[in-house]
């Protein structure tokens, strides 16, 4: 699979280093995006490996060992979290909004697990004989990263906070859309 949402929650802590200027570190843990699919592999029922022959007193017969199409399955989830630093400029638009821009360093963990399934039936078997093939890759990566976001003051402590983070990924892009309560000390 090449993406897919996922819900998920962040925690991020950071502080102003001046009047419009900040740092800040944040933890986000998404939910698993899943994929799954089936179909069938046309196979050729005259192949040496499908077949089994019999003889039984002068008689020759041929038995199809496995159905042809091969029916399968396949299963994919994968997961990234990250633990992001960033830096942040706040551009005052009112008394009551403003928008940060942030730029930063990223790190990753992914993990992607596929289970492949081929449903056999040889001859004589009622019943489905399954294959399973389970695979599970872990990845760690650091890579750049940039969002922007708006900051509601809704009261002296509460903000909304809507945003969106593009992180950088060994061979793509995540793209994190948010929305959030922010809490002023």
């Known amino acids: 699979p090449s993406g897919g949402e996922a ?3 962040g925690l991020r802590i950071g502080t ?11 933890f986000t843990r998404p939910g698993e995006i899943e994929t799954e699919f089936s179909g069938a592999i046309p196979l050729a029922s005259s192949a040496e490996i499908l077949t ?4 039984a007193a002068g008689n020759l017969t041929a038995t199809q060992l496995f159905p042809s199409p091969l029916p399968y399955r396949l299963r994919a ?11 942040w400029f706040n551009q005052t638009l009112s008394s009551k ?20 399934r081929f449903d056999i039936l040889p001859t004589g078997i009622i019943s489905p004989i399954v294959f399973p093939s389970l695979t599970k890759t872990v990845t760690y ?3 750049p990263l940039a969002g922007f976001e708006a900051r509601v003051h809704l009261t002296d402590h509460v903000d909304l ?18 929305v959030g309560l922010a809490w002023n000390f």
């Open 52 to 55: 089994t022959i019999a003889r």
């Open 141 to 143: 990566g650091f890579r």
């Open 77 to 87: 989830t994968q997961r990234h979290s990250t633990l992001s630093t960033t830096v």
């Open 161 to 178: 906070v809507p945003g969106i983070r593009l992180h950088g990924l060994e061979s793509a892009w995540l793209l994190r859309p948010a």
């Open 7 to 9: 819900i998920g929650f």
């Open 97 to 116: 909004v403003s928008l940060v821009y942030l730029g930063g360093m990223g790190f990753y963990r992914n993990t992607y697990e596929s289970e492949s």
């Open 16 to 26: 102003p280093l001046g009047s419009h200027w900040g740092i800040e570190l944040a």
